[in-house]
Structure formats: structure tokens, C-alpha cells
């Protein structure tokens, strides 16, 4: 069966400093990953998606990137953290085929910068 | 812009009752709809999807209708138990091969009474 681990679960960090979540994905091949973000009060938002390995889209302008160095593995990365990017980063999958629609997620990260 | 709309921040339902969650979409190519259960630093749970083919999608004591010319979708919990306490979150997607990204609801928070 497929299953997604992300790490840490609990993460305070001081503004400045960097920043590395990591998700794995076991049981399956080639799948589409994501990194959403809920920050309090509000809805999850997609910050990034991954189609492939190296292939890293966007969806919104932010002080985050990602990165994708293996077909399983997506990283959550920042050089220097904002008080605003404090909030709740979820890591998901879905695999490519025409009945693949549901996205499952991970158990979450939850960040504060202090 | 929130496409997919959680106008009900909060709902509180007598156990054994019925518990009706909604959401609205201002999008009309969204085709793929799908309701996710999430308690507090966990990650969202898949709970029941449904296809814009279809209006009604029944899983145990979970019911989605979706009603595509109102752009309305809700779901039904039969009969609402202690455990079914936790945000709720409609999301929205456009089906496209090996590209499916999510948009989500802020979220209704249920609140099942004893």
C-alpha cells in the first residue's frame, strides 16, 4: 500500500534561520507530489507541485522553494524564514493516471517562527 | 479570489442527527469535487469525491450531492457521531492528466454535541 511520511512534526525556528522539510512517498512510482500550507485560520493553499524529478512549479511568489532530487522524495526549503511563513505545511501525492483525482497527504509540519 | 467557498466557519450537531456541511465554487471548470476531514496538527483525511457527471455519491454515512447549475455541493453525515468533530474541507479540481491540483474551502469546523 502507498503511504507518505513528512518530517519534523514540530519544527520552532528563529527568524533568519534556514529551513528543510522533508516527505518521502513509499509504494508507488512517479507520483505527483505537493507542498500546501494552512496557516491559521484560513484554507490550505498550494505553495508548490511536482510533476517529475527537477520538475518544480510554483503557485504562488513566496520565500520558499522545493525541490525534488529523487522520484519519491520532496524537500521544503528556505534560506532565511519570515515570521510569516510561520503555519502548517502538509505534503501530498497523487499518481498520474486518468483515475488518479484524489490526493492523499501526509500527517503535516507544524512551523513557528519565532 | 476564493474560488471554492466554506461560508459556514463553524456548525454544531446533536449526536444521531444529521450533519449538513456546504460549499460553493465560482469556477465552472472545476469537474472533480472532494471533502477531506482534518483534526487539529494532522494531515487531512480523504473522506468521499465526486465527479460533475454525477449529482449524488454515497460512501456508509457519508452522502455528497452536487448540484452543478447552483455551482453547490454539500455533504451529509447519517447519523452524525462524536468522532465526525473536525474541520471540514471542501476542495475543487480541474481534471487534467498528470496535473491535478487542488483548490481548497477554508473550511467549516463540526462540532458534534453528545
Known amino acids: 500500500s502507498q503511504t507518505i511520511h513528512q518530517w519534523p512534526a514540530t519544527l520552532v525556528q528563529p527568524v533568519g534561520s534556514p529551513l528543510s522539510l522533508e516527505c518521502t512517498v513509499e509504494?508507488?512510482?512517479?507520483?505527483?507530489l505537493y507542498w500546501y500550507r494552512q496557516a491559521a485560520g484560513r484554507g490550505l493553499q498550494l505553495l508548490f507541485y511536482s510533476v517529475g524529478i527537477g520538475q518544480i512549479s510554483s503557485e504562488v511568489p513566496q520565500n520558499l522553494s522545493a525541490s525534488r532530487p529523487q522520484d519519491r522524495q520532496f524537500i521544503l526549503s528556505s534560506k532565511k524564514l519570515l515570521l510569516s511563513d510561520s503555519g502548517f505545511y502538509l505534503c501530498?501525492?497523487?499518481?498520474?493516471?486518468?483515475?488518479?483525482?484524489?490526493?492523499?497527504f501526509g500527517e503535516g509540519s507544524w512551523l513557528t517562527v519565532v | 479570489d476564493q474560488q471554492v467557498k466554506q461560508n459556514s466557519p463553524s456548525l454544531s450537531v446533536q449526536e444521531g442527527r444529521i450533519s449538513i456541511l456546504n460549499c460553493d465554487y465560482t469556477n465552472s471548470m472545476f469537474d472533480y469535487f472532494l471533502w477531506y476531514k482534518k483534526y487539529p496538527a494532522e494531515g487531512p483525511t480523504f473522506l468521499i469525491s465526486i465527479s460533475s457527471i454525477k449529482d449524488k455519491n454515497e460512501d456508509g454515512r457519508f452522502t455528497v450531492f452536487l448540484n452543478k447549475s447552483a455551482k453547490h455541493l454539500s455533504l451529509h453525515i447519517v447519523p452524525s457521531q462524536p468522532g465526525d468533530s473536525a474541520v471540514y474541507f471542501c476542495a475543487a479540481l480541474i481534471s487534467n492528466f498528470g496535473n491535478e491540483k487542488l483548490t481548497f474551502g477554508t473550511g467549516t469546523r463540526l462540532t458534534i454535541i453528545p
Open positions: 509504494g508507488t512510482s512517479n507520483p505527483n
Open positions: 501530498a501525492w497523487s499518481v498520474q493516471n486518468p483515475s488518479g483525482n484524489t490526493i492523499y
